[in-house]
């Protein structure tokens, strides 16, 4: 981002706005990764944050070329988490999915319920330096999910004030992003982690029924459903219900949509 659109910070909230708008008219002509980077790092740097991540919810181990991935997080956090799928225990992660719109991380647990890894998660974060931020869910179903964030502010008060400002830079930002992985394309196909009828046990899971319903629902028998679940759970390298059912909707496997609202707070604990 170059410097003539930046604006001092004497009013938080007029000049983040305005560093928003020029945000997006530089990113709009952004046609590789490196140069989406460079800018959400600016942009993170103008409104006052130590640290940025936009990254695909998703093992990152294998470098595959079509995540995104881009952070300025200290290289052993980022070896830790990334390393140790650590997306799988990230409340910020789970509380996308039951916020699926732009949060602060102190709204965390007014979105979900916080277990001892969430907050041995957030612990290990402030160790490094990473916490009190913003993000920006971003779902598609049939891919991935994302998330666009800024964290670690240089004052901590500011925050809240710049939630609209974080809302429309993340978002976009996402988009191309995703775009420019894509080819250009809107959307990636990728082949299906889930067979039909394991997904539709994935679904009624998450919805909260057991096998023996799930059996009556799909008029399969109790023994199929168990077969099914536990295929689907080898697929996703997950050792329960509840992990297997968060691991197809941060896939894109499953809509936030077919799984009922009362289960969005528990579902990651």
Request: with cysteine.
């Amino acid at each position: 981002m170059q410097g003539r659109y930046l604006l001092p910070h004497q009013n938080m909230d007029a000049s983040a706005l305005s560093l928003a708008a020029a945000f997006l008219i530089e990113i709009q002509r952004a046609d590789d990764l490196p140069t989406i980077e460079s800018l959400l790092a600016a942009v993170a740097h103008e409104l006052g944050f130590r640290h940025y991540a936009m990254i695909h919810h998703d093992d990152h181990r294998s470098g595959s070329p079509g995540l995104i991935n881009m952070n300025n997080y200290v290289p052993d956090y980022a070896a830790e988490y990334f390393g140790g799928l650590y997306h799988r225990d990230d409340p910020v992660v789970h509380a996308c999915i039951a916020a699926n719109a732009c949060f602060t991380w102190c709204e965390i647990a007014d979105l979900i319920e916080l277990g001892p890894r969430h907050r041995t998660f957030l612990e290990r974060g402030e160790y490094y330096g990473v916490s009190n931020g913003i993000t920006v869910p971003a779902f598609v179903l049939g891919e991935r999910s994302g998330s666009c964030n800024f964290c670690s502010p240089r004052k901590p008060g500011s925050v809240r004030h710049h939630l609209d400002a974080v809302h429309s830079i993340g978002g976009f930002a996402f988009s191309k992003a995703r775009r420019v992985v894509n080819g250009g394309r809107l959307r990636q196909v990728r082949v299906a982690r889930l067979r039909p009828r394991w997904r539709d046990c994935v679904v009624l899971a998450g919805q909260g029924k057991s096998n023996t319903d799930i059996a009556t629902i799909l008029g399969l028998t109790p023994a199929t459903v168990k077969t099914y679940v536990e295929r689907a759970c080898a697929s996703y390298e997950v050792s329960n219900r509840t992990q297997l059912v968060l691991a197809a909707v941060l896939d894109g496997e499953v809509g936030i949509h077919e799984i009922a609202p009362r289960q969005h707070r528990y579902l990651a604990t």
